[in-house]
């Protein structure tokens, strides 16, 4: 094992029924003035957010709620959330739902922790987080890690950024993790969910540094078991076994376990947030849309060794050559990201394919303006983003006929057939422009031409 440092604080609290804990947990973490954050209502629905709420009353803690919390959360909404917070000088930000809201939470604690300095201030690097507040979590979907990750990932709408915020005050003081909360789910957020814990996996497994044993084989071993029980909870969400195995490997894929001593790469995540800030597609799908074009750059760039033996220990696929049996994991982990129903290529987000001056934009985005690198297995260039972004473009993912999409005529597209990062598949809808419902786009005006500020790992 190569040197590492490793502080994980975060009290766990795991299983069935484990939501019944939250008041007690809230208390034992010194909260006596809660906010409560959720998201668009679905622990409203589920009648989950009405149980912790009387859970707070019973323990004679005082709080208020904050909802409207949206997928890809915005740092407005966030700065709201600081107002309330501050008003009724909150001493715990209780977040329940899943990654968007835990981020929402993060930002919250820091905000109230620190009056008078903007928000973004933390996101964009000009002031590091020195203090905050507690923040607990009660998890409605296994997907981003939040739960126990040092991350908080935010989008600026103004600047059109999504950017990732990397300290040890965004670990949570607890978190309740009860995989029976996730039933609710629908099947392509939970087929996102799925994605991104393989690819915080992933995005640690794939790093240059050798000698990580035990990391490495931590990190197969989650990989098997996602495999393994992925397909289950998106054919099943209320499957509470294969939910309840979802959900650890949710939270250990991004705590930093399955990558001590190693460094991490994240260019997946780096070129997927990218779309997520010029598209609002969810998380999940950005990441399965261009990995296949990833996973062909990086492998040809003397990456076969280590492609190959995540062929053999993960997908058991037994071939002696290198190369032969890289590309047969790309192939099966591609195979893998269709059964699960998420998108495997740029054009299967469901804007057709994008013409040139969309793929500048988003390498524009991704390199924050050309003045960084991405990835640490590989260490790609603005040209290599390009290079990435045009490959996942091709039109070959065999489901229906493309045509050429420029920003202008994309974003008519969304208002018409709606599709983004709410839940929904960014798909054709057949009925769109006939009376279907529509939703609108809420693209991201504005240019982004930021300094770089170092790696962003979320
Ligand atoms: O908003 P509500 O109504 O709650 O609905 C949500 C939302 O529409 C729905 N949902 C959640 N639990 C549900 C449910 N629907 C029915 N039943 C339930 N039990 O799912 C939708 C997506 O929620 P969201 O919180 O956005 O999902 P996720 O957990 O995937 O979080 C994605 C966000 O986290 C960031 C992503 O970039 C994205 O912004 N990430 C955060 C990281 C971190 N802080 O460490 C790391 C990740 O790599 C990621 O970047
Ligand atoms: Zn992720």
Not at 353 to 374: F, K, M, P, Q
Request: charged share 20%.
């Amino acid at each position: 094992m190569q040197p590492f440092q490793y502080w994980l604080k975060t009290e766990i609290c795991f299983g069935a029924g484990s939501e019944s804990k939250t008041a007690a947990l809230v208390r034992k973490h010194g909260g006596r003035r809660i906010l409560v954050v959720y998201g668009g209502g679905s622990c409203v629905r589920s009648g989950l957010l009405g149980r912790i709420c009387e859970q707070l009353q019973a323990e004679n803690l005082t709080y208020e709620t904050f909802g409207g919390v949206q997928p890809n959360p915005r740092l407005a909404h966030a700065e709201l959330g600081v107002q309330k917070a501050l008003a009724m000088d909150a001493d715990l930000i209780l977040a329940v739902g899943g990654g968007s809201v835990i981020d929402t939470a993060k930002a919250i604690a820091h905000g109230k922790a620190n009056p008078g300095t903007p928000l973004w201030s933390f996101w964009s690097g000009a002031q590091p987080v020195t203090r905050s507040l507690p923040v607990g979590v009660v998890l409605t979907i296994p997907a981003a890690g939040s739960e126990t990750s040092d991350s908080a990932v935010l989008t600026n709408e103004a600047l059109q950024s999504k950017r990732g915020l990397s300290t040890d005050f965004n670990r949570p003081a607890f978190a309740v993790l009860d995989p029976c909360l996730a039933a609710t789910l629908p099947p392509y957020q939970a087929a996102c969910g799925v994605t991104d814990i393989l690819m915080h996996t992933l995005d640690r497994y794939f790093n240059p540094v050798p000698g990580n044993e035990t990391s490495d084989a931590l990190a197969e071993a989650l990989l098997r078991v996602v495999l393994a029980n992925g397909k289950k909870v998106v054919a099943d969400p209320a499957d509470c076994h294969a939910m309840s195995e979802i959900m650890w490997c949710g939270s250990l894929s991004h705590n930093g376990l399955t990558g001590l001593g190693g460094r991490k790469d994240f260019a997946v995540h780096q070129l997927g947030h990218a779309l997520s800030a010029k598209y609002d597609v969810a998380h999940g799908a950005s990441l399965s849309a261009v990995w296949r074009a990833w996973a062909q750059f990086v492998a040809d760039q003397d990456g076969y060794a280590r492609f190959a033996r995540f062929a053999r220990n993960v997908w058991g696929i037994q071939e002696e050559d290198d190369e032969v049996a890289a590309q047969a994991a790309i192939a099966r982990q591609v195979q893998y990201f269709r059964e699960l129903g998420v998108p495997v290529s740029l054009p299967e987000l469901g804007f057709g394919v994008l013409d040139d001056g969309a793929l500048d934009h988003l390498t524009e985005l991704c390199s924050y303006g050309n003045t960084r690198t991405i990835g640490s297995f590989r260490v790609l260039t603005a040209d290599d983003m390009r290079t990435i972004y045009a490959a996942a473009n091709g039109a070959d993912c065999g489901r229906k006929k493309h045509v050429i999409c420029s920003d202008s005529r994309l974003r008519h597209r969304r208002q018409r057939r709606g599709g983004g990062s709410d839940g929904q598949p960014g798909t054709v809808d057949p009925k769109a422009g006939s009376g279907a419902p529509v939703k609108v786009y809420s693209g991201y005006p504005g240019i982004s031409r930021q300094s770089f500020r170092g790696p962003d790992y979320s």
